[in-house]
Every structure is written in C-alpha cells, then in structure tokens.
Antibody
C-alpha cells in the first residue's frame, strides 16, 4: 500500500526557514517523480515544485523560485522541501504527491498534508 | 496556462446529475486531470487524460473534452461525493489547477 507521510510543518516568522519531509512507502520511490502542492486557507490547490526520480530535474512555481528547494534521498525514500525567506502568503497545508507517468501523467497518491503558518 | 472552472459552487441533491466545466486558456489536447478533495483528506484523482477513469473510481464519474473545453460529470450524486473538485492541466509547467468547484448538499 502506498503511503506518504509529511512532517516538519509549524509556525515560523516571516523571513524564517522550515524544512518539510515526506516519507514514502509501498512503491519504488526512485522511479517516481514527486511533487509538493499546497492549499492556502480558503483557497484552491497550487502546485509548488516537482523533482524527477533521480533528482536531476527540478521545477518550481514562480511564486517560490529562488526561495524553496526540492530534493530527495532515494536511499531513505524521503522527499524534502527546504523553504527559506518565508512570507505570510506561504501559509498553507503542504501536500506531497507521487506522480504516475505514462503517455499522460497525474498525481496518483497524496499525503495528508502538513500545515505551515507564517506569522509574526 | 490558466484554468477556469464553472460554476465555483453548486447545490445538488442525492441522485442528481452534476456537470462541472473547465476551460484552458490555450489548447492542452487531452492533458487534463480531475481531482476530488474532501476537507481534511488527501486529494484524489478521479479522471486523467481528460476521459480515463482512474482504477477504483466509481463509474458514475466521467470526463470528456479536448483542446480547451472539458467536462466532469457525476451521473447520480452520492452522499460521499460532496466535496470540492479541481481540474488540472498536465500539458506544460507550471502545472495549474482550476479554482475549484464546491459541490454542496441542497
């Protein structure tokens, strides 16, 4: 059974940093692209970042480019999101999601999310 | 690519047929997915590639469309279907979602 378990969320002041983790089980982690998707309070889903299976390819939304860094440790089946220079507007539930890829791709499994609150 | 859903919310009764539309700001062929999101739960994919039903998803859900205009249909609304539904384009990064359609109980 595929499971994704996020951790590392919490309260941080504007300008601060936080590192999110996502522990993955139940599939061949190194073969799957992984993403972070967030949902701000009262808002819709927003894609944040994606990393390829080997970690060589990374993609970012413009809203986080230069501040957030996605990475992975395939030996530990863990995905990370290093968030620096946090802003109030980064407050959201952050989900990690596994990508299923064939001729089309979609996110086939999601974690339960971890809440990040940026506030003074 | 901007994704625009309509309506933003709707009220319906159990057994009703529900249709949600999604429009892309440019052609995305059939690179369109639909997700269901219940409060406090993980989002769940329902339809991928515009019209392919994800394994394990009830057949009352269906998707159609290509190019810029897409539709998600729930043929007979069930109590567990009350949720927010999002379309998402997988054509090109940045991957974008529609703003969501909240389906509420009438």
């Amino acid at each position: 059974e595929v499971q994704l378990l996020e951790s590392g969320g919490g309260l941080v002041q504007p300008g601060g940093s936080l590192r999110l983790s996502c522990a993955a089980t139940g599939f061949t982690f190194s073969s799957s692209a992984m993403s972070w998707v967030r949902q701000a309070p009262g808002k819709g889903l927003e894609w944040v970042s994606t990393i390829g299976g080997s970690g060589a390819s990374t993609y970012y939304a413009d809203s986080v480019k230069g501040r957030f860094t996605i990475s992975r440790d395939n030996s530990k089946n863990t995905l990370f999101l290093q968030m620096n220079s946090l802003r109030v507007e980064d407050t959201a539930v952050y989900y990690c999601a596994k990508a299923f890829s064939s001729s089309h791709w979609f996110w086939d499994y999601w974690g339960q999310g971890t809440l990040v609150t940026v506030s003074s | 690519i901007q994704m625009t859903q309509s309506p933003s919310s709707l009220s319906a009764s159990v057994g009703d047929r529900v249709t949600i539309t999604c429009r892309a700001s440019q052609s995305i062929s059939t690179y369109l997915n639909w997700y269901q999101h219940r409060p406090g739960k993980a989002p769940k994919v329902l339809i991928y590639a515009a019209s392919s039903l994800r394994s394990g998803v009830p057949s009352r859900f269906s998707g159609s469309g290509s190019g810029t205009d897409f539709t998600l249909t729930i043929s007979s609304l069930q109590p567990e279907d009350f949720a927010t539904y999002y379309c998402q384009q997988s054509y090109i990064a940045p991957w974008t979602f529609g703003q969501g359609t909240q389906v509420e109980i009438k």
